[in-house]
């Protein structure tokens, strides 16, 4: 059973930083391209960022300019390092595991941006 576990949510105030971390299986890591997604209370789930499995980018153009995804090979962990943070960047975080035709999905982290 794939396992994507996710961490480093929490309360920030606007402006604040956070990282988050998903790790999960070498067997997992070294093929599939990793992405976070986020789903705000009432919204769709929506896309944030990808990393390729050769750490090629690509990001939402809210989030542009403000989150970094990176990963660590050797940790077979994905990173998601957000600054500036603002109240709209409220949600829970879920990070995700692509290799068509199969996707796995974490069990995702809360992440609120609140004075």
């Known amino acids: 059973q794939v396992q994507l576990v996710e961490s480093g949510g929490g309360l920030v105030q606007p402006g604040g930083s956070l990282k988050l971390s998903c790790a999960t299986s070498?067997?997992?890591?070294?093929?599939?391209?990793m992405r976070w997604f986020r789903q705000a209370p009432g919204k769709q789930r929506e896309f944030v960022a990808l990393?390729?499995?050769?750490?090629?980018?690509n990001y939402a153009d809210s989030v542009k300019g403000r989150f970094t995804i990176s990963r660590d090979n050797a940790k077979n962990t994905v990173y998601l390092q957000m600054h500036s943070l603002q109240p709209e960047d409220t949600a829970v975080y879920y990070c995700?595991?692509?290799?068509?035709?199969?996707?796995?999905w974490g069990q995702g982290t809360q992440v609120t941006v609140s004075s």
């Open positions: 070498s067997s997992i890591f070294s093929v599939y391209n």
């Open positions: 995700n595991a692509q290799k068509i035709p199969h996707n796995f």
């Open positions: 990393i390729t499995t050769s750490s090629v980018t």
